[in-house]
T-cell receptor
């Protein structure tokens, strides 16, 4: 069966520090991969998605970037974190468009 | 942009009762819908989905109803249990997924 792993589960970082959040999927090949941010009481905001290795699409301009170095690995990064980057970050995968998206357990990022 | 909304932010039910959570979606061209359950501190968990060529789909203790005329989606949970307490939100797909903000379900023992 397919599984998705995100780490770390929680992270506290100072303003201006770099960021790297990792997501890996097991049990499937060539999934579509997604990074979302979830603000309290709000719907999920799509940040990036990828349909293949090295292919990244950005949904909103921001301080973050994403990379997909391997088929089942998706990384969310920043060179310098801002206070506004605080939030709950979720990774998701799907087998194809118009298929269920399955989520990891997220990373709670706090910027001090 | 597109938006997906919910009629009720919080729903309290007695254990054993049936729960109905509603969702209004905005794009009549959306052709695929999902209900998710999210427990505190965890990622959303897929519950059930429905495509626009259907108006009802049943799972284990859950039923999703789709009314395309009024762009309304509902999730029915039968014999609600304490473990059902969570935030439930819907998602519609039109080129990409759009997610609602959710309804918090409280199950009273």
């Amino acid at each position: 069966s397919q599984t998705i792993h995100q780490w770390p589960a929680t992270l506290v970082q100072p303003v201006g520090s770099p960021l790297s959040l990792e997501c890996t999927v097991e049990g499937t090949s060539n999934p579509n991969l997604y990074w979302y941010r979830q603000a309290a009481g709000r719907g999920l905001q799509l940040l990036f998605y990828s349909v293949g290795i090295g292919q990244i699409s950005s949904e909103v301009p921001q301080n973050l970037s994403a990379s997909r170095p391997q088929d089942r690995q998706f990384i969310l990064s920043s060179k310098k974190l801002l206070l506004s980057d605080s939030g709950f970050y979720l990774c998701a995968w799907e087998d194809g468009f118009n298929q269920p998206q399955h989520f990891g357990d997220g990373t709670r990022l706090s910027i001090l | 942009g597109e938006s997906v909304g919910l009629h009720l932010p919080t729903l309290s039910v007695q254990e054993g009762d049936n729960s109905i959570i509603n969702c209004a979606y905005s794009n009549s061209a959306s052709d695929y819908f999902i209900w998710y359950k999210q427990e505190s501190g965890k990622g959303p968990q897929f519950i059930i989905d429905i495509r626009s060529n259907m108006d009802k789909r049943q799972g284990q203790r859950v039923t999703v109803l789709l009314n395309k005329t009024v762009k309304h989606l509902s999730l029915q949970i039968a014999a609600t249990q304490p473990g059902d307490s969570a935030v439930y939100f819907c998602a519609e797909n039109f080129n990409k997924f759009y997610f609602g903000s959710g309804t918090k379900l409280n199950v009273k023992p």
